[in-house]
């Protein structure tokens, strides 16, 4: 697969709804650049054709979009640039290859995330930590669905979770997440299934907190499952989608029988904690 990125310029009053327009259509993260540019990317050549073609009709004249191909990167190398610790209220994440240098009492994830999804640097996962570093309780058992590298199921434990399943459909990202346990010493207190969260979540709860930072497009078809995996009056923390989604996914998790309990933002990314009826 080779990613094309497609640029759109449109005027200062269009530019939100047309972010929001974007990341609904392509279900991926849009980025304004500093002269006002929206960027967003496209699987290959005939989706980024395709996604000028339905912006053209979408917007008239309002915006025009050039279109380009993204230079290939082993981003298995390259993601390692720059990855320093990370503190999240009383939660350090530490890249396996620098010192430790946790304050002491401090509850440490020693993480590699490899090829997985799960570094700690991304918005989503930071803001999906910082809510499960607050409402967490002792004891809890917790569902974590799109676990990729593992850091979510792992940071719960090291918080004082009773024990947590992650859940993900990419056998690759499992096996780094189990070596991410063991790294973290967790590993008889943490399972990961391969699979759609969709059939195995249910099964795997009841569970007292489950995290699902995944995107929008995924975690509202997933709500049905999600409320079958939760015991009644578990609490859910929704991650992985941008700040212009916050309010297409509030009457979502309303109509699911979900009270918010805290929304909060990182680096554009919103993040909630619900509880379910
Ligand atoms: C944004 S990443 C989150 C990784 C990690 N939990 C974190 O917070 O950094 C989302 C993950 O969900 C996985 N995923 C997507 N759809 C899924 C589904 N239906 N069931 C299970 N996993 C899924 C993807 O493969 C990806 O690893």
Redo the contacts with the bound molecule.
Sequence with gaps: MSWWAIDVRTTPADRDTLGAWLVTETGLAVEERADGTLVTFAADEAAADALVAALAVHCGGRAAAERRPLEAVDWSVRWRDGLGARTIGRLTVLPSWLPEVTPDGARTVVLDPET?????E?G??RA??ALLERHLAPGDFVL?????????AIAAVKLGARSAV?????AG?NEVAVRNAERNRVSQRISFLT????D?APLAGPADLL?S???RS?NTP?LPAIVAALRPGGLAIF??MEEVEARLFRPVIADAGFTTVEELTEAGWWAVAARSE
């Design positions: 997985a999804f799960g570094s700690g991304h989503s996962t999906a930590l974590d669905l799109g676990s990729g590298s593992g850091i979510l992650g859940i993900e459909t990419d990202a699979g759609d969260a969709a195995l995290l930072n995944i995107l995924v997933l991650a992985g």
